[in-house]
Protein backbone atom coordinates (compact mmCIF):
# COMPACT_ATOMS: atom_id res chain seq x y z
CA UNK A 1 0.00 0.00 0.00
CA UNK A 2 1.39 3.38 -1.02
CA UNK A 3 0.41 5.93 1.68
CA UNK A 4 1.25 9.86 0.49
CA UNK A 5 3.77 11.52 2.36
CA UNK A 6 2.33 15.00 1.87
CA UNK A 7 -0.23 17.41 3.52
CA UNK A 8 -3.38 18.05 1.89
CA UNK A 9 -3.30 21.98 1.13
CA UNK A 10 -6.24 21.42 4.26
CA UNK A 11 -3.93 20.61 6.69
CA UNK A 12 -1.27 22.71 5.60
CA UNK A 13 -3.31 25.34 5.86
CA UNK A 14 -4.24 24.22 9.29
CA UNK A 15 -0.94 23.65 10.22
CA UNK A 16 0.28 27.20 9.59
CA UNK A 17 -3.26 28.34 11.76
CA UNK A 18 -2.00 26.05 14.11
CA UNK A 19 1.76 27.49 14.21
CA UNK A 20 0.48 31.05 14.65
CA UNK A 21 -1.39 30.28 18.05
CA UNK A 22 1.86 28.28 19.31
CA UNK A 23 3.87 30.90 19.34
CA UNK A 24 1.41 32.40 21.87
CA UNK A 25 1.66 30.25 23.87
CA UNK A 26 4.27 30.50 27.31
CA UNK A 27 7.07 27.62 27.87
CA UNK A 28 4.75 25.84 30.27
CA UNK A 29 1.60 26.08 28.14
CA UNK A 30 3.61 24.77 24.97
CA UNK A 31 4.22 21.57 27.10
CA UNK A 32 1.00 20.98 28.38
CA UNK A 33 0.13 21.61 24.71
CA UNK A 34 2.99 18.86 23.38
CA UNK A 35 2.24 16.30 26.25
CA UNK A 36 -0.96 16.14 25.04
CA UNK A 37 -0.42 15.92 21.49
CA UNK A 38 1.88 12.79 22.05
CA UNK A 39 -0.44 11.49 24.41
CA UNK A 40 -3.63 11.81 21.59
CA UNK A 41 -0.87 10.40 18.57
CA UNK A 42 -0.35 7.52 20.96
CA UNK A 43 -4.12 6.65 21.47
CA UNK A 44 -4.26 7.05 17.53
CA UNK A 45 -1.54 4.49 17.13
CA UNK A 46 -3.54 1.66 19.34
CA UNK A 47 -6.67 2.22 17.39
CA UNK A 48 -4.91 1.83 14.52
CA UNK A 49 -3.17 -1.38 15.70
CA UNK A 50 -6.44 -2.75 17.46
CA UNK A 51 -8.05 -2.08 13.96
CA UNK A 52 -5.51 -3.60 11.76
CA UNK A 53 -5.46 -7.04 14.14
CA UNK A 54 -9.64 -7.39 13.78
CA UNK A 55 -9.37 -7.06 9.91
Known amino acids: MDFPM ?23 EAQVYLLEVLRQMMVKDNMLKHLIREA
Open 6 to 28: ELSLEQKFRLENLKHQVTELSKE
